[in-house]
């Protein structure tokens, strides 16, 4: 529970910290502009459209009486909509981070500039931090694609379906966005993705705290464009967290043996 509180505190602690930049705020949300733009329209195009995809999904059910036929597309059509608002809260990120990498590692740079120590920069081109960004991406997407449709198929089970698959979903949602979010800082720091999963599975309890407020947050309308700003500051202070050498090798342990990062686990 402690670990939750803190992965909290960090979602509060980034937000302060925009709040404090007023210039950096702005900055970063017109990546968030521009992908909301573009979400809104295709989950719009969605609601429109859904009832007609699941009808055209279920022509075996055309000569069932009522109110079976109803029930059955009714269900379908929300299950339909609830997997595209899934799949947009976990994408939005992603791709909103893509667009806005320019700005975002700018962003996280002056967090790390300004609470002192060390500020790693990658040294890599923009078009390669583009094309690692996009890759990585596109594997987390595939994993939170494979959750979506078994937490689809379970959302048909009875109770647990409606109480117990929510709660999984918003987890998976949560622990995704703070994978996507914390990757701006890490990369900078050298880690891959592989390496990111396995030091985030370390702390999920902290993760959690920090990414399922901000998922339940980004299903409200707008909130997400402002609130990305400060997400990305918390995260990247989150991600010192994580990777802060343990208190017993500040003294300078000169026989210690140096590594690329180590994992805080206190």
């Not at 987890?171 to 720091?189: D, H, N, P, S």
Request: charged share 15%; hydrophobic share 50%; aromatic share 12%.
């Amino acid at each position: 529970m402690r670990d939750l509180g803190a992965g909290f505190s960090y979602l509060i602690k980034g937000q302060s910290w925009v709040a404090r930049h007023g210039r950096w705020f702005g900055f970063g949300l017109v990546p968030g502009l521009i992908t909301l733009v573009v979400y809104a329209g295709a989950l719009i195009g969605l609601g429109y459209g859904a009832d007609d995809l699941v009808a055209w999904a279920t022509p075996f059910a055309d000569d069932w009486s009522s109110p079976w036929l109803g029930l059955l597309r009714t269900t379908l059509t929300v299950l339909v909509f609830a997997l595209g608002l899934f799949l947009a809260v976990i994408t939005f990120t992603a791709v909103t981070l893509l667009v806005g990498q320019p700005f975002y590692e700018s962003l996280s740079e002056e967090v790390d500039r300004t609470e002192g120590g060390e500020v790693p920069e990658s040294g890599l081109p923009l078009w390669r931090e583009l094309w690692i960004s996009a890759r990585d991406s596109i594997r987390i997407l595939v994993r939170v694609t494979l959750y979506a449709v078994l937490l689809f198929a379970l959302g048909f089970v009875p109770v647990v379906g409606q109480t117990v698959v929510p709660v999984i979903g918003f987890c998976v949602t949560g622990y995704f966005l703070a994978e996507e979010l914390t990757a701006v800082a890490l990369q900078r720091r050298g880690m891959v993705l592989a390496d990111r999963l396995v030091l985030l599975r370390g702390r999920r309890m902290l993760i959690l705290g920090f990414g399922v407020p901000l998922g339940l947050a980004f299903l409200v309308p707008f909130v997400a464009v402002f609130l990305m700003p400060g997400a990305v500051a918390g995260a990247t202070l989150l991600a010192r967290h994580l990777v802060a050498p343990p208190a017993g090798d500040e003294d300078g342990d000169e026989d210690a043996s140096p590594s690329p990062y180590s994992v805080n686990t206190d």
